[in-house]
């Protein structure tokens, strides 16, 4: 059975850093290009990032260029997101998503991880 | 910034079809995937490819496309589709997911 597990989320100031993850089981990590998807309380999904199957290629969203680092480490089956000088605004619930081979599409998302910011 | 645009809330009895379409100007090049996400719930892909069904989803949702719109259509609605629903596609590139802003669907 597919699973994606995440953790890390929690309550940060305003410019602090927080590092999530997520746990890949029941398939190959290595064989599926994965991203972060982001849903503010109350509103809509927004796409954060996106990184290839071996890493090589890598994409964010306008909204975290340059303060956010997505990573994975197929070896450890897991999938990374950097999160530095954060914002009130990017306070939202943080899912992994396995983007289908082929097809596209995000076909498995992990249950999600809160990430508060707040002084 | 690259936008797909849903209108904000569709009303249904039970039993009737529910259209919710998405526009965006690279539709015609870009496949389009629908979600629905239940409150407290993690998004669900119902429709992938503008028109194909995973497996496990029933076939009264399908999907449709024409031009810069995609339909998700969904026949025979029951209390269970109740929920809010995506479209997602890329940009013209290919580079840069995006979603629109989602559906409330309710079942009178």
């Known amino acids: 059975e597919v699973q994606l597990v995440e953790s890390g989320g929690g309550l940060v100031q305003p410019g602090g850093s927080l590092r999530l993850s997520c746990a890949a089981s029941?398939?190959?990590?290595?064989?599926?290009?994965m991203n972060w998807v982001r849903q503010a309380p109350g509103k809509g999904l927004e796409w954060v990032s996106y990184i290839s199957s071996g890493g090589t290629t890598i994409h964010y969203a306008d909204s975290v260029k340059g303060r956010f680092t997505i990573s994975r480490d197929n070896a450890k089956n897991s999938l990374y997101l950097q999160m530095n000088s954060l914002r009130a605004e990017d306070t939202a619930i943080y899912y992994c998503?396995?983007?289908?081979?082929?097809?596209?599409?995000?076909?498995?998302w992990g249950q999600g991880t809160l990430v508060t910011v707040s002084s | 910034s690259y936008e797909l645009t849903q209108q904000p809330s569709v009303s249904v009895s039970p039993g009737q079809t529910a259209r919710i379409t998405c526009s965006g100007h690279?539709?015609?090049?870009?496949?389009a995937y629908w979600y629905h996400q239940r409150p407290g719930q993690a998004p669900v892909l119902v429709i992938y490819k503008d028109s194909e069904r995973p497996s496990g989803i029933p076939e009264r949702f399908s999907g449709s496309s024409s031009g810069t719109t995609v339909t998700l259509t969904i026949s025979g609605v029951q209390a269970e589709d109740e929920a809010d629903y995506y479209c997602q596609s890329a940009d013209s590139s290919g580079t840069y997911r995006v979603f629109g802003g989602g559906t409330k669907l309710t079942v009178l």
């Open positions: 029941g398939f190959t990590l290595s064989g599926y290009e």
């Open positions: 998503a396995r983007e289908a081979t082929g097809d596209g599409g995000f076909d498995y």
């Open positions: 690279t539709l015609p090049k870009q496949y």
